[in-house]
Nanobody
């Protein structure tokens, strides 16, 4: 069965950094579309970083471009999100998502991804 387990969230001050991890198992990690989403109470889940492991193409939301980096460790089948210069507006629950063998593209559409982690909370105070 597909499993995605996030870790690395926490509480930080504005300007600090965090690195989220998503340990993946149960599917072919090297052929998946992978993404990070975030969600705040009362709002829709927002895609912020996407990587297509078939093409190495990446995409970032404007709100995080230049501050966040999506990457992976192939041997550990782990997806990362390095977040720098965090701001209070980045406070959210962060989710890892996987779409193995992406037949319908690889982008930030929430409904593309059949597999989700449980989420990890990031809180940034000013």
């Amino acid at each position: 069965a597909v499993q995605l387990v996030e870790s690395g969230g926490g509480s930080v001050q504005a300007g600090e950094s965090l690195k989220l991890s998503c340990k993946a198992s149960g599917f072919t990690f090297t052929r998946a579309c992978m993404a990070w989403f975030r969600q705040t109470p009362g709002n829709e889940r927002e895609g912020i970083a996407v990587v297509d492991h078939n093409t190495d193409a990446t995409w970032y939301a404007e709100s995080v471009k230049g501050r966040f980096t999506i990457s992976q460790h192939w041997g550990f089948t782990t997806l990362y999100l390095e977040m720098n210069n965090l701001q209070p507006g980045d406070t959210a629950q962060y989710y890892c998502a996987a779409y193995p063998f992406p037949r319908y593209g690889c982008d930030a559409r929430t409904d593309l991804f059949p597999n989700w982690g449980q989420g990890t909370q990031v809180t940034v105070s000013s």
